[in-house]
Nanobody, 118 residues
Framework: QVQLVESGGGLVHPGGSLRLSCATSGSIFSFNSMGWYRQAPGKPRELVAHIYNGGSTYYVDSVKGRFTISRDNARNTVYLQMNSLKQEDTAVYYC????????????WGQGTQVTVSS
């Protein structure tokens, strides 16, 4: 059974930084892509960033230039470095792992709270 274990959330002041980590229970190469989503209170879950096995990345416009997604294949871990945090970044952040086959299969972590507040 696939497990994604997140860590690194917390409370930070505006302009501060946090790094989220997501460790997989198996090989990171068993997934076609991994990424981060977030959900703020009263809002739908939204994609923040994705990284594909080939190394290409995608970012939602609101985090471009501030967030960086990366992966450590040896540690089967994906990271989200978040800089210049804003209050609107406050949300529960979820790690996602995706497999493409006959159908798309998504796996989710339990979520980690990120709160940006003065």
């Amino acid at each position: 059974q696939v497990q994604l274990v997140e860590s690194g959330g917390g409370l930070v002041h505006p302009g501060g930084s946090l790094r989220l980590s997501c460790a997989t229970s198996g090989s990171i190469f068993s997934f076609n892509s991994m990424g981060w989503y977030r959900q703020a209170p009263g809002k739908p879950r939204e994609l923040v960033a994705h990284i594909y096995n080939g190394g290409s990345t995608y970012y939602v416009d609101s985090v471009k230039g501030r967030f960086t997604i990366s992966r450590d294949n040896a540690r089967n871990t994906v990271y989200l470095q978040m800089n210049s945090l804003k209050q609107e970044d406050t949300a529960v952040y979820y790690c996602n792992a995706r497999q493409y086959g006959v159908k798309v299969t998504n796996y989710w972590g339990q979520g980690t709270q990120v709160t940006v507040s003065s």
